[in-house]
T-cell receptor, first 112, second 115 residues
Framework: QKEVEQNSGPLSVPEGAIASLNCTYS??????FFWYRQYSGKSPELIMS????GDKEDGRFTAQLNKASQYVSLLIRDSQPSDSATYLC????????????FGQGTRLTINP | DAGVTQSPTHLIKTRGQQVTLRCSPK?????VSWYQQALGQGPQFIFQ???????QRGNFPDRFSGHQFPNYSSELNVNALLLGDSALYLC??????????????FGDGTRLSIL
């Protein structure tokens, strides 16, 4: 089992709709979870961090965390063509030092 | 407020050569982590430097080594390059090596191509 798994995609969503991205992780002691957005040919950009169970909202983005189910998700409301990118789920694992373990990413396309 | 800066942006090498990549962390950050991202994959953790020491290492061979300087900048060295080392190399900086709630911020990366 991979440490962090994301739905493989690609995911295609019409403009203005809600995009839902999912991620599961295997390490029960993980405490920090991050979503990064990566445009083609660019580096990952941090868009959300979440540390506690429940929802965290920032503008059009909502991150949801359920530690009991080892599940984290990202919702993008009112999707825009500029949201088209690969979204990476990252889980923080601390073994003396913090390292991020990434999923393989989900490619999202917003169709005008 | 300067973000994470990496150099060079692109590099072409041949098999067997050695390469050095450089990273300056975001202002106020003291920890540097290096990742390798192959095409179509998520970044893979190489190692992390804090207080000029390697604090943790991922599943990479000893051909991959690094260094952190007193000003917190860092270098990644790769010896005896293989075709499989072709990838985007990402540097990420953060505050504190083991603080779970400190996000890592990435530089633009160095794209390394091995011929």
């Amino acid at each position: 089992q991979k440490e962090v798994e994301q739905n493989s995609g690609p995911l295609s969503v019409p403009e203005g709709a809600i995009a839902s991205l999912n991620c599961t992780y295997s390490d029960r002691v993980s405490q920090s979870f991050f979503w990064y957005r990566q445009y083609s040919g660019k580096s990952p950009e941090l868009i959300m961090s979440i540390y506690s169970n429940g929802d965290k909202e920032d503008g059009r983005f909502t991150a949801q965390l359920n530690k009991a189910s080892q599940y984290v998700s990202l919702l993008i409301r009112d999707s825009q063509p500029s949201d088209s990118a690969t979204y990476l789920c990252a889980v923080s694992i601390i073994q003396g030092a913090q390292k991020l373990v990434f999923g393989q990413g989900t490619r999202l396309t917003i169709n005008p | 407020d300067a973000g994470v800066t990496q150099s060079p942006t692109h590099l072409i090498k041949t098999r067997g050569q050695q390469v050095t990549l450089r990273c300056s962390p975001k202002s106020g950050h003291d920890t540097v982590s290096w990742y390798q991202q192959a095409l179509g994959q998520g970044p893979q953790f190489i190692f992390q430097y804090y207080e000029e020491e390697e604090r943790q290492r991922g599943n990479f061979p000893d051909r991959f080594s690094g260094h952190q300087f007193p000003n917190y900048s860092s270098e990644l060295n790769v010896n005896a390059l293989l075709l499989g080392d072709s990838a985007l190399y990402l540097c990420a900086s953060s505050l504190g090596s083991d603080r779970y709630n400190q996000p890592q911020h990435f530089g633009d990366g160095t794209r390394l191509s091995i011929l």
